[in-house]
């Protein structure tokens, strides 16, 4: 079960599946070796993978977008390779600076209709302790 604030009994993020946070170029990448699991969400081989959908920055992948600032991995459904997807989409919107301070929070209030508005930033940082703690239990 999902972890909820224990003194409201509201849950301070939910994701709503909008893809807003799909939207803007650059910042998102894969490590190499998280690729070939990432291709395999859409059936594809690395190689083509790669040609279709990433690009090279040194030693790590960019996702391309497409030209209207939309991740190419976006789909009608949310995130075509949603179970391999890159760490940061992954961590979001639970970021360090997000976490750290209330101004942050602030913002990401805005830019992401899955945090409740009428969570304080303790809330926020209160569920997400508490579901790493349930990741750890394997709850
Ligand atoms: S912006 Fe928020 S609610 Fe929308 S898909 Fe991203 S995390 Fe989910
Ligand atoms: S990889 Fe998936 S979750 Fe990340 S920006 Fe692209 S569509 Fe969104």
Redesign the pocket.
């Known amino acids: 079960m999902r972890a909820r604030d224990r003194s409201s009994n509201r849950v301070p993020f939910q994701c709503r599946r909008c ?1 807003e ?3 803007g170029a650059g910042g ?1 990448y894969l490590q190499p070796e998280q690729v070939p699991a ?1 291709a395999a969400e859409l059936g594809l081989a690395p190689q083509e993978f790669a040609a279709r959908y990433l690009l090279r920055r040194g030693e790590a992948w960019e ?1 391309v977008c497409d030209g209207e600032g ?6 009608p459904r ?5 179970r391999a ?2 760490d ?3 961590q ?1 919107p639970f970021f360090p600076a997000i976490l750290r301070d209330p101004g942050a929070f602030a913002e990401a209030k805005l830019a992401c209709p899955g945090i409740d508005p009428r969570a304080s930033h303790e809330e926020f940082l209160h569920y997400y302790r508490q579901m790493q703690s349930e990741e750890s239990e394997g709850k």
Do not use: N
């Open positions: 893809g946070c799909c939207h998102i990432a996702v939309r991740c190419a991995l976006l789909g949310g995130c075509r390779i949603h997807k890159p940061i989409c992954r979001w």
